[in-house]
């Protein structure tokens, strides 16, 4: 097997950005044993602008706190049945959004769901990974210094 030395090398966690969403600073885990990409929602609610079917929802952008929430809205991709970790099936709305790992950004697809009892907010499948980054289990936060996080 043959490793491409030019490709950058992302940590098990790291910054991220989805300045789509207006989320300028969230935690990701980078799971390359999930396919897709998981954003953590509340408050998810369906609705029609101008004959395109969007999502409203919430999320708390900082790990363990609720205290700060953000609303967010993205036109859906699709509806999809998610089997997590857990061997849980849902379905789950799908949206397309710009992501931003260090001084890169490029589209990705997410799924949302709740997320409030697990560590991180995202979840950076390897979907969204591939042909772009190398990941070292051993490391974090690779792409980023720590930001600055609003209070």
């Known amino acids: 097997m043959t490793i491409n030395n030019a490709m950058p090398i992302l940590g098990w966690r790291e910054w991220i950005a989805l300045p789509e969403l207006g989320i300028n600073a969230i935690k990701a885990k980078v799971d390359t044993g ?77 799924t949302l769901t709740n997320r409030d009892t697990m560590g991180f907010r995202v979840l950076l499948g390897r979907t969204a990974l591939k042909n772009l980054y190398l990941v070292d289990p051993s490391a974090s936060y690779l792409s980023r210094e720590k930001p600055m996080l609003p209070v």
Not at 59 to 85: L, Y
Not at 91 to 106: H, L, N
Request: aromatic letters at 8%.
């Open 34 to 110: 999930a396919r897709t990409s998981v954003l953590h929602a509340f408050n998810v609610e369906p609705f029609m602008e101008k004959s395109v079917d969007k999502v409203r929802f919430s999320i708390h952008p900082i790990q363990r706190r609720t205290d700060k929430e953000i609303v967010c809205s993205a036109d859906i991709v699709d509806q999809r049945w998610v089997t997590d970790s857990g061997g849980h099936k849902e379905k789950r709305y799908v949206i397309s959004t710009a992501v931003t790992v260090g001084d890169r950004t490029w589209d990705i697809e997410m």
